[in-house]
């Protein structure tokens, strides 16, 4: 399988602005800018689709473990928030609730630190990942 972006810029770095597309077609002709990477307008930026990108394979890994443990969540919902400092993605912390009513606390807890470092998107980043874990049983 493989999965493709393509990404457009036109112009100087702080003058000039850009689009990206997704080849699915679920994210179109979408605009990003210096001023929405670095000066916080709103508008799209790499690093939030790096935290969306890493929020959601978790998520979906976390799924895994639990269902091999022999749990099914009624929800797994994490934001993640990517810290970008000296031109450099430095950490990435990742905050989950999992609401799997009647389920072993120690299995989630074990499941979730295996979805941490099995998802595809935390082995690609090659930076510090944290984990805040919430369990609603």
């Not at 605009?31 to 916080?40: M, Q």
Request: charged share 20%; net charge neutral.
């Amino acid at each position: 399988m493989k999965r493709s972006a393509n990404a457009r810029w036109e112009g100087s770095l702080k003058q000039g602005s850009g689009t990206f597309t997704v080849a699915s077609g679920a994210i179109k002709g979408t605009p990003y800018s210096f001023k929405t990477r670095f000066e916080g307008t709103p508008g799209a930026n790499p690093e939030e689709l790096i935290s969306a990108a890493h929020a959601s394979c978790f998520s979906m890994a976390l799924g895994a473990q639990l269902g091999e443990r022999g749990i099914t969540p009624e929800s797994i919902e994490t934001t993640c928030e990517i810290t970008f400092e000296n031109k450099t993605l430095t950490k990435s912390a990742l905050t989950t609730t999992v609401t799997a009513r009647g389920a072993d606390k120690g299995k989630i807890e074990e499941a979730a630190a295996a979805a941490k470092v099995g998802c595809p998107i935390s082995k690609v980043l090659e930076l510090e990942i944290s984990l805040d874990l919430n369990i609603v049983n």
